[in-house]
């Protein structure tokens, strides 16, 4: 029976100096794969919004569907702590209303919900959400859901003033409960020192070497998606071409009577 990844294996894997993998999954065999591989944390992100669904920005998302992927990536998993996105809006009206939106989740198979920004509002529904029972990742740097109000795919705390505001945002939401949090398109020095200066794991999403825990996409991460590529992604296959290449020759098959043949048939 394996151990199921918790807030505390996390912990103590940053107070032993070793890594943790995060990797997203959207679906129930994807997830189970992922899972079986030995990723530690498998994050339902609102990036299914243009990987799995083809909008534009996470922003189109909403709670719905996301119950939807999260169910299904729950039933695939059976080590791995399974993180939901709070999706665009679903968090942000009112605390009453964000609860009902996170609570859900964890009913639908989340262990814990990742939630965007660091400000009074979300220093307050951490410190809620912890008290009702739902660790929280936290995720501050660039945040795609504000990337209107921040003007694009902007690098984050890159002048001395807005690193010394990144590592205040995550004490704050270190001191609200919250159990790790994701840096994303920050400087790796300034990530580094952030790792260092608190006692909950960082993951680095575009933010350097000295994270506790690395995350990455998994349609970059397979090379399955292909309209855009971050810098950051490291592609550890083409599936774009496998998937391209079996429907080829299943194409073909079809059309020139090779498919289904004498031991395909009832
Ligand atoms: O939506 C997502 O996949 C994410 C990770 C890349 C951190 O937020």
Redesign the pocket.
Known sequence: MLKKVSVRTLKKIKDNGEKFSVL?AYDYSTAKYIDEAGVDVI?I????AMTALGYES?NSIGVEEMSIFTKAVAKGVNRAMVVT?MPFMSYTIDIPSALTNIGNMVKYGANAV?LEGCNDYIEKLVECTVNMGVPVMG?IGFT?QSQNVIGGHIIQGKTEEAAKELLKQAKKLEKAGAFSI?L?MVPEDVAKNITQNISIPT?S?GAGRYCDGF???CDDCFGKFTDFTPKFARKYADMASLIKDCATKFDYDVKNGNYPNENEVY
């Open positions: 997203t994050l992100g609102d990036s299914l996470t996105d990742k995720h795609p994701v994303e993951i999403c995350v990455m996409v």
